[in-house]
């Protein structure tokens, strides 16, 4: 009588622990679930932020070109000015002389 009373105590803890373990293997299974799901999703935004950065150095690799450009342009046109300056006094001077 003690030992069949026993046994059904331990059955009844077995099958309380059977139905832990599967309900803690259920969460396992989903935290590993939203694990992945997370990791992707990082993995997807550090793609998206280096390739922002790429874009982000390859504009101001380009702005700095364009600056330097400008900067050129606007020597051009300093040496132009002065030129043209200098041409229009020359003509001035033959114009007086005739």
Known sequence: MVVQSELES????????????????????ALERQLAEVQETLAEETRHKLASQGKIRQTEEELALL??????EEDA?????????????????VLHNL
């Open 77 to 93: 046109k300093k040496t132009l000015e002065t030129k043209i300056t200098s041409l229009s006094a020359q003509v001035t001077f």
């Open 10 to 29: 331990v059955q009844t803890q077995f099958e309380n622990s059977d139905g832990q373990a599967s309900s803690l293997h259920k969460q396992v299974t």
């Open 67 to 72: 600056r330097e450009q400008i900067e050129e």
